[in-house]
Structures are given as C-alpha cells and as structure tokens.
C-alpha cells in the first residue's frame, strides 16, 4: 500500500490546462494509479486510472512515468465547475486508501 | 439507476445511543467500504469488506462494527457514539477486480453520504 503525496492546493483560471502530480515512492508492482474528484459534501467520483505511460479519456490525461513512482493528473481547459478537491491514490483491490487530495481552485 | 444508497443522510444523536448506518448497492458488486471524512483529515478508511462475510479494518476502525450478511448491503454500526465521531460518512462500493480475474484496481462509486452528529 503505498503512501501518496500530492500539493494540498493549486489555483487556476479558466481556460488554463492543470496539471497535478502525485509523488508514490513505494508503489508496489500491482498498484494502479487512480484518481478521484470530489465536490463539497458529495462522495469522490472516478476520474481516471492507469498502470504506466499515459492513458485519456474524455476529461483528463493521466501520464505515469517508467518508473512509476508519481503520477500527473492533466485537466485541459479548466472551468470553474472544475473547483473540487482532487485526490490520487496507489492501491490495488483491498485497502483503498484516500490521503488529504489536492484542492483545485479555478478563478474566473 | 446504478447506486449506493445511504440512509439517513443526516442524523443528529446523543452519546451513548446506539445507530446504524445502512448502506446499499445495487449493482452485484463484491467490494464495499466505509470512509468518514473530517475537514482537514481527508478521506479515511473505517471497515472494508471484499466479499459476503469477510470484513477488515481500515485504518480508524475504533468504536464501529460493520457486518457483510448479504452482498448488496454493507450497513455501519456504532454501537455507544460519542462527540468524536461526529462526521461526514460515505460508503462505496466496487466490483473486486481480482476476484473477477481482472487486472486493475478496484475503482469505487460513492454514496451520497451520511452527515452524523453526535452530542
């Protein structure tokens, strides 16, 4: 189970791509890298996982060096919708463990 | 609809009387999992469970109980609260990738969440 550390908060404005790393020195080789979004008094939401290289989908890229020990979450062209606390995690299949996340401000 | 439903989604109580927190899936999921939440503190988790009778601690499982009868319900039990467990509580569920031969992580959908507060 390897600890993550992330920046506990980032500003942004509209319009700007973000870009949020993780450092996770002690992933192990079965660890995916999974990140979440979360708003105010609602539960986290999936936004994309990956094992190595890059993966996209629909609303972020995530790129995951060779070494695999951080992570970058890449959200392009933030709107202030995008205002959420972000928060990636090294996990497998059992203890799922969330850290404090990354608090993402977008200004107008 | 595809969830996890939660109830209540707020309570108010005193110390000392016992309550529970149900939560339920409905989408044949293994992996099921209750967090609290605290400003400050982030997301943390109290019990897990992987499959129909096998339940773990997380990392703050003192002062819950939590029971894995049926697949679909995962319900939190604190048997005496008190001030300290006043919190934000989600419950979360996932298919359990290994057990279905997969590789990957568990990828987890939320509940809406439980605001509980204890006096």
């Known amino acids: 189970l390897a600890k993550t550390t992330q920046p506990i908060s980032m500003d942004s404005y509209e319009g700007q791509e973000v870009n949020i790393t993780c450092s996770h020195n002690?992933?192990?080789?079965?660890?995916?890298i999974t990140w979440y979004q979360q708003f105010p008094s609602q539960g986290p939401r999936f936004i994309i996982q990956?094992?190595?290289t890059k993966v996209t989908n629909e609303v972020a890229s995530l790129f995951i060096p060779a070494d695999r020990k951080s992570s970058t979450l890449s959200l392009p062209r933030v709107s202030l919708s995008d205002t959420a606390v972000y928060y990636c995690?090294?996990?497998?299949?059992?203890?799922?463990?969330f850290g404090t996340g990354t608090r993402l401000l977008v200004s107008p | 609809e595809a969830q996890v439903t939660q109830n209540p989604r707020y309570l108010i109580t005193v110390t000392g009387k016992k309550l529970t927190v149900t939560c339920s899936q409905n989408?044949?999921?293994?992996?099921m999992s209750w967090y609290r939440q605290d400003p400050g503190l982030g997301l943390r988790q109290i019990y897990y469970?992987?499959?129909?009778?096998?339940?773990d601690k997380g990392d703050v499982p003192e002062g819950y109980k939590v029971s894995r009868k049926e697949k679909r319900n995962f319900p939190l039990i604190l048997e005496s609260p008190s001030p300290n467990q006043t919190s934000l509580y989600f419950c979360?569920?996932?298919?359990?990738?290994?057990?279905?031969?997969?590789?990957?992580?568990?990828?987890?959908?939320f509940g809406a969440g439980s605001r509980l507060t204890v006096l």
């Open positions: 990956g094992y190595k």
């Open positions: 002690n992933i192990a080789t079965n660890d995916y």
């Open positions: 989408m044949n999921h293994e992996y």
């Open positions: 995690l090294a996990t497998g299949f059992q203890k799922l463990v």
């Open positions: 979360a569920s996932s298919t359990n990738v290994l057990a279905r031969g997969r590789t990957g992580a568990n990828v987890l959908t």
């Open positions: 469970s992987m499959n129909v009778e096998v339940t």
